[in-house]
């Protein structure tokens, strides 16, 4: 519904303490020999959101970044199956661990910077991230050592050329960390007085940050045929070293490629690299841990070069008709960002003429169709029709009419939520009609005993008519309603706004000032 997952790291500890207790009911009813089933008590619902609490009210007041998750999830979908029809393109074939993959493979995951997520296909499959590797460790060096120093050894231009073409920009630097003689000085400036072993770790290990304890791997095989097909990144580095491209501390080309050979067959799928790339998209800070795993300038850097130098080839064309940061990898796999919404994954082994996933870069073409997440869909005056998945509905803006429009609706998910917002539910309309009003007329009697156990509403407020709600539900002969509400006026006026029992031992008191915020969709059916 909100897009949260139960695996969540920051929902971990609440499913823990679930577990925990859910394993001491079944304790108590083996040695009882009654099995039947438990329900959490007050006690223990307070005690199991206790340490998730922050994120669980997020979620139920709906300010997550895309507050209609399913809607905005159907679309995804729909695009999804649509360039899963897609059949042309090439898989790479210059190594053989490349040209075995399948051209029917096509996965999509995306994570939102709340960690809202969802994926499709092959998404869990395993692939190297190749190129796309270039972008992180970009933003490690950056982080580690700073900007400045970074671009002392390596420029920040478009290059016009191939991605692999020896040559150098007019200072005698690579152009771009994004190319490949630039990838290759950037990763021969992460932790270069460290031994190989050491140097490979630290980047694993803060591969694994970013990716929030996600699938981060190492494909041997890979890096194995890398080295043995590497000619041309030869060339370019005998090239740099003899125009003093290379840091001090690098004594050995051989081992410079190697590194950054071992660093481009690092293995990930969908799901791993849509929070990765959530990570950009948030800053730095790994949307479901919330950990701090990139400095914000070298994230900012790193999104501005791959917005004008990530898609190879297609560098320039891909900002142009899609306008957002991306980096793509000769393996199938693509990550876009939609800076402080989300991260998208895409891989599909089969390549354009360019190199870039044929299903990624129409799958982007739709989504940019659809929704306004291009660079410069902001501007104002604009005659676009597109959707903005981050816009609220307006009935949650408004003050009163949501609560009559959600009570007309029998919602009671968006009812709970303008309670958890603190929308005052007892407000009437011009009739002087409440909320309780309109859910004794439609029958809900879930409704009327959540706004009178839980929002303590006045039972007998009166309309412009003089009628209450119990009027309303004689008159539409709602008996289970009309019940409830006599019992909730017979009671001494004094105790009114205590909870009103219907007889069924499962109703307990509504939750105190302490537990206002944890009121979600764990009732019975005679309880809310």
């Known amino acids: ?18 577990k925990e207790i859910e394993k001491q009911e079944e304790e108590k009813m083996n040695e009882v020999l009654e099995p039947k089933h438990w329900k959490l008590n007050r006690e223990q619902f307070k005690e199991c959101v206790a340490c998730s609490v922050d994120l669980i009210v997020q979620a139920l007041q709906n300010n997550l970044v895309i507050p209609l998750w399913g809607a905005f999830v159907d679309e995804i979908r729909i695009f999804y199956q649509e360039c899963n029809e897609i059949c042309d393109g090439t898989v790479a074939s210059y190594i053989p661990q490349l040209a075995r993959q399948s051209p029917k493979q096509w996965g999509v995951s995306i994570c939102t910077v709340d960690g809202q997520r969802i994926s499709f296909g092959d998404s869990k499959a395993h692939f190297c991230i190749q190129s796309v590797s270039k972008a992180f460790n970009y933003a490690i060096a950056a982080s580690d050592l700073g900007a400045d120093y970074v671009h002392s050894y390596v420029g920040q231009e478009p290059s016009g050329r191939f991605f692999n073409e020896i040559c150098l920009d007019s200072k005698n630097k690579p152009h771009n960390p994004m190319v490949n003689s630039g990838a290759i000085i950037v990763t021969a400036l992460i932790k270069n007085t460290m031994n190989m072993a050491d140097r490979f770790d630290y980047v694993i290990t803060q591969y694994r940050k970013i990716a929030g304890g996600e699938y981060i791997g190492f494909n041997n095989a890979t890096f194995l045929s890398e080295r043995a097909t590497a000619d041309r990144n030869y060339a370019l580095s005998y090239y740099m070293k003899e125009k003093k491209c290379f840091p001090p501390e690098t004594t050995s080309l051989t ?71 991306a980096k793509s990898g000769v393996s199938g796999v693509m990550i876009v960002v939609v800076p402080n919404v989300m991260g998208i994954a895409l891989w599909s082994p089969p390549l354009d003429k360019m190199g870039n996933s044929r299903r990624g870069v129409e799958f982007c073409k739709k989504l940019i169709a659809k929704f306004n997440f291009h660079n410069y869909d902001c501007l104002l005056h604009t005659t676009s029709n597109k959707i903005d998945p981050r816009r609220r509905d307006i009935r949650e803006r408004d003050a009163v009419m949501p609560a009559m429009y959600v009570a007309r609706s029998r919602d009671m998910v968006a009812l ?24 004794a007329c439609e029958g809900d009697l879930n409704m009327v005993k959540f706004l009178i156990n839980v929002a303590k509403v006045d039972v007998d407020a009166r ?64 309880h809310p």
């Open 255 to 325: 081992d410079a490629i190697d590194f950054y050979f071992q660093l481009c067959s690092i293995e990930g799928n969908c799901e791993s690299l849509s929070v990765m790339a959530a990570t950009l998209a948030n800053g730095g800070v790994c949307p479901i841990t919330n950990e701090k795993c990139i400095d914000s300038n070298p994230c900012r850097d790193v999104l501005s070069l791959m917005y004008s130098c990530g898609m190879y080839d297609a560098s320039g064309q891909f900002s142009f008709s899609v306008g957002l940061p």
């Open 1 to 18: 519904m909100f897009g949260l997952r139960t695996d969540d790291p920051r929902l971990k500890p609440m499913m823990k303490k679930l």
């Open 463 to 526: 309309d412009r008519w003089n009628r209450s709600a119990l009027d309303d539900a004689r008159f539409f002969k709602h008996t289970d309603c009309v019940e409830f509400l006599e019992r909730a006026i017979a009671r001494p006026e004094a105790r009114r706004t205590q909870s009103i029992s219907s007889g069924d031992s499962d109703n307990e008191d509504p939750p105190t000032e302490t537990g206002h915020r944890l009121v979600f969709g764990l009732g019975t059916p005679d």
């Open 416 to 439: 709970r939520r303008l309670y958890m917002q603190g929308v005052d539910l007892s407000a009437s309309d011009y009739d002087r009609r409440t909320p309780l009003h309109v859910a």
